[in-house]
């Protein structure tokens, strides 16, 4: 079982930087490939970044690569996504989700485990 914790949500200008935070509970944290999500009012959740187990994996979205970071410290249970030059069209509620596989990272119904979510809110 893992429980996951989003922090760092907010409101912010276009151009401007975020860094979230997803805390996991459960002693096999560093087994999990982690991924973030997002869903905007109206649209479906979609993929935005994964980082496998080791963090030497990482996967983007084409929509946020080269602006957004995925990281993990597995000693602190912990995954980051630094999100920079944020747009208007990054506001969501973004999610972070825990499952055992690499493959397909880039979809939702590879993850067993959810968090409740952020909200980022980019204004323009």
């Known amino acids: 079982q893992v429980q996951l914790v989003e922090s760092g949500g907010g409101l912010v200008q276009a151009g401007d930087s975020l860094r979230l935070s997803c805390a996991a509970s459960?002693?096999?944290?560093?087994?999990?490939?982690m991924g973030w999500f997002r869903q905007a009012p109206g649209k479906e959740r979609e993929f935005v970044a994964a980082?496998?187990?080791?963090?030497?994996?990482?996967y983007y979205a084409d929509s946020v690569k080269g602006r957004f970071t995925i990281s993990r410290d597995n000693a602190k249970n912990t995954v980051y996504l630094q999100m920079n030059s944020l747009k208007p069209e990054d506001t969501a509620v973004y999610y972070c989700?825990?499952?055992?596989?690499?493959?397909?990272?880039?979809?939702?119904?590879?993850?067993?485990?959810w968090g409740q979510g952020t909200q980022v809110t980019v204004s323009s």
């Open positions: 989700a825990a499952g055992l596989s690499w493959s397909y990272c880039y979809n939702y119904g590879m993850y067993d485990y």
């Open positions: 980082i496998r187990w080791s963090g030497g994996n990482t």
């Open positions: 459960g002693r096999t944290f560093s087994s999990y490939t």
